[in-house]
């Protein structure tokens, strides 16, 4: 979990609180062209970077959500994708 200050203005008034966000990483390694299958798989809004030596590529993925079922949900999802491309579904 990481906690942002926020800054919210309202009018004339100004609040400053801190915002509970929670946040993983999903990292990846092998062939280039799996990599680029998956990075290609993840769902708009999520960082994504995959970087290439050769043929290795390293994809690294950060979610963040504003709640441990929300995150837990976006997880389930991107590997679900990732399960399914590898099956060959």
Request: charged letters at 25%; glycine letters at 6%; a negative charge.
């Amino acid at each position: 979990m990481i906690r942002k200050r926020v800054n919210l203005i309202w009018g004339n008034w100004r609040y400053d609180f801190m915002a509970e966000v929670h946040q993983t990483t999903i990292e990846w390694n092998g062939p280039v062209a799996n990599g680029q299958m998956y990075a290609d798989l993840v769902p708009k809004g999520i960082v994504t970077k995959l970087e290439t030596n050769g043929d290795l590529a390293s994809l690294s993925l950060t979610i963040t959500a504003d709640s441990m079922d929300e995150l837990r949900a976006l997880v389930d999802e991107i590997l679900t994708l990732f399960s399914d491309a590898e099956d060959g579904h």
